[in-house]
């Protein structure tokens, strides 16, 4: 109901004002950068008194929100955390935000996480044991879907 009365108002408003329908917003001003924040003092000792999960979760979402600091401090911690964190749905959506970011930084930052909740170590012989799991005979053969959407 509100937002049938919302999209009435504003239809009349643009009729009134003689604005096209789906023509952009015109604001007064030069644009202004977004502005990135800071992990402060505060924050860094806060977290230090916190277990693995809560530290990896505030900052990989710190990350995500561009805070300076927080992917250097992940980079500092990671190792640490190896055999202390576990799957929540709060990582997981953390996770999927943080693989489709436009800062490379923090797509790193969430694949070293994924290693660390998966407890692997970034070993020559870990990226071959995933990547033969990952072959059509390991996964039920030539007749296995990742097979047949291959082509093969």
Known sequence: MLACALGITCLSWAQQSGEQPNSPIELPGKPIPPDHSK?????IEWLKTQPAQEQME???GA??????????????LVEGWHGKLHR?????DLETTALYSNDLRVRAAAIEINLA????AKTEDTAKELMES????HRGGPDSRIARNLGT
């Open 39 to 43: 992990l402060s003092e505060h924050n």
């Open 58 to 60: 505030f900052l990989l």
């Open 63 to 76: 990350a995500i929100n561009h805070d300076h600091g927080a992917t250097d401090m992940i980079a500092k």
């Open 88 to 92: 929540t749905e709060r990582w997981q």
């Open 117 to 120: 909740v998966n407890n692997l």
């Open 134 to 137: 990952c072959e059509p005979r």
